[in-house]
Structure formats: structure tokens, C-alpha cells
């Protein structure tokens, strides 16, 4: 029993270990923002305490909040990297906004997970510079098993997962505009699970250089158990990576 309980935590240390093979600054900064004003994820507090964990053993400080005053020029400052992580509808006010947009303009990166494109639709800044925006998903269950095409296997957060077909169980988005300027990492295979209307062109990880800085999407990160799988936390360190620049 000890032999079988300890295989996937090696794995998880083994696939983490490949992704964290970078240069590290101990002073880089993260902000993770979680502000929800629609759905709510239960997975969110998964996802913080896993971002705090790997902080600690790759160098980065992490700061989390759920206040959008933190979006000011003075307190954005001191991060290298702002992470949405589930947000959901209007989650900061036109100052917040200008701050955000500030901050990216001058050096900063931005991460999104998950429900991040399900975040101020009505603010079009946002939706070109993450890429896209969140319609709807599969439901009864709304949590399946899929094939995820690897496009891109030499970008740091993918070239640990298999050469062309990762297959996992997650909560899988339908997009719309989808940006054409954005570089795809991974691309659902509808073919594989019912619910997809995006057809060929599904990307559901990506990442492109918006007025000049980072960005990283991902669309996993809605169970728990996420959280926990190796591949899955190997993915999302080799996101950070490339928006701390790291790569």
C-alpha cells in the first residue's frame, strides 16, 4: 500500500522538477486574485494553497487577495506577475482596470485559469489580451474525460506532457472570440467527449505577448483534483515560468 500511495506523489515531484529547471529570482512577486461575482468554484482554495506550495519551492513569492483595491499603480508595483485564478464576471472597478492595464504595460504578466475568461465580458481590453471569452460547457456531468491534442511541446509549460495526446478529466470550456494573434499550446479533440462547439479549432490552453507583455491561459483547473495531478501542476508551474520569465 505504501509503494502505491507514494507513485503518484514521486510523479508529481518528478514532473515539477522537469518544469522548474529554470533560472529563479527568490524577489519575484505573484499576486493571485480570486474575486468572484458570479459562479464560485470550490476549487479555488485548492488552487491558492497549490500556488503558495509551489512558491515556496520555486523561489516566488506569492500574494493572494479577493480585494480589487489591491489594483492600484503603488501596490502593483511590487509584482512581477498577476494570476486570475477562477475569477468570474466584474471583478474590478475603472481604476482597477487602468492599474491592470498600467502594470502590464510596464513589465508586468498576466496569468489566467479556468474560469478567468469567464471575467469582465464587458470590458473588450480584457478579452483581447486574454484571448478569449468564455459561452458555455458540457452538463450532466459537466466534468469528463478528453483527448488534448499537444500543438506545441517545446513551450515550458508543455514539454512535460505526452508528445501529441494528453487525455485527462476537467470541465471544458466553449470559447468565443477567440483571437486570432494568441499561439497555441494544447487543442481539445471533440471528437473525444460530447459538448464541444468550437469544432477543429478548440484551444483550450494558450499563450501570446499582448502590447508588449506575457500572457498565459489555461482552461483546466475546475475540480479539485486538479490540483493534485502531476501533469496537470507541472503545466501551471511551466505557465508561471513563462510569465515570470523564466523560460
Known sequence: MKKIFL???????FFVGMAQQVQSNPDDQVLVFTKTSGFRHESIETGVALIEKLGNQNNFKVTHTEDSLAFNKENLKKYKMVLFLSTTNDVL????QKALQDFMHNGGSFMGIHAATDTEFNWPWYGRMIGAYFVDHPNNPNVRKAEIQVIDAEHASTKMLPSATWIRKDEWYNYRDISEHIRVLLNLDESTYEGGTN???H?????????GARVFYTGGGHTKESYSEPLF??????GINYCLKRD
Request: hydrophobic fraction near 50%; glycine fraction near 14%.
Open 7 to 13: 507513485l503518484p506523489l514521486f510523479l508529481c515531484f
Open 93 to 96: 472597478g475603472p481604476s482597477g
Open 199 to 201: 469544432g477543429a479549432h
Open 203 to 211: 484551444p483550450i490552453a494558450w499563450y501570446h505577448e499582448f502590447e
Open 233 to 238: 501542476v507541472a503545466h501551471l508551474l511551466g
